[in-house]
């Protein structure tokens, strides 16, 4: 007896979500494994419903990780959400400010930042976010980076 088309394609959705749910589960216990990252992301792209991974990078990223972890985790999860995401600029921004939340010397996540507030004109918003980033940092040479950065943006409004 044959099995018709959509038997079929519920049997490969079923296995695509296990695939996911245990890709999941190993993110649970290491963040920084980049192959169930790898299974998660394949998993997505043949359920097509990536909001379980946008939230797992989410959750991944957290103080203590590493600069070069946390990097690396953040590159990586801004990329996949630029691919699933991509007409949402809302959650690439509140991806990054938590990027910069958790790792305030991100310089790649607030030139993204700056970026996406920049075309879209939200100069109040870029500010703030320098403004937290300024929040308690000493006077050196990453301060007066920021500080003529800020007033680069100030003067554009």
Do not use: H
Not at 61 to 76: D, I, K, N, S, Y
Not at 82 to 91: F, I
């Amino acid at each position: 007896m044959k099995r018709d088309a959509t038997t079929r394609s519920a049997d490969s959705d079923t296995v695509s979500s296990e695939k996911l749910k245990a890709a999941l589960k190993k993110l649970e216990s290491k963040p920084t494994d980049s192959q169930a990252w790898d299974e998660a992301e394949a998993a997505v792209a043949e359920v097509q419903k990536p909001d379980e991974v946008a939230a797992a990078y989410r959750k991944a990223l957290v103080p203590g990780l590493g600069t070069e972890a946390m990097a690396t985790l953040g590159q990586r999860g801004l990329r996949f959400l630029e691919e699933w995401y991509a007409g949402e600029t809302a959650v690439l921004v509140d991806f990054l400010e938590l990027v910069l939340k958790v790792d305030g010397t991100a310089d790649w996540a607030l030139e993204r930042l700056t970026i996406l507030r920049s075309v879209n004109q939200q100069w109040n918003e870029l500010l703030a976010a320098f403004d937290r980033l300024l929040e308690g940092l000493p006077d050196g040479p990453r301060r007066r980076r920021l500080l003529r950065d800020a007033a680069a943006v100030a003067r554009s409004v």
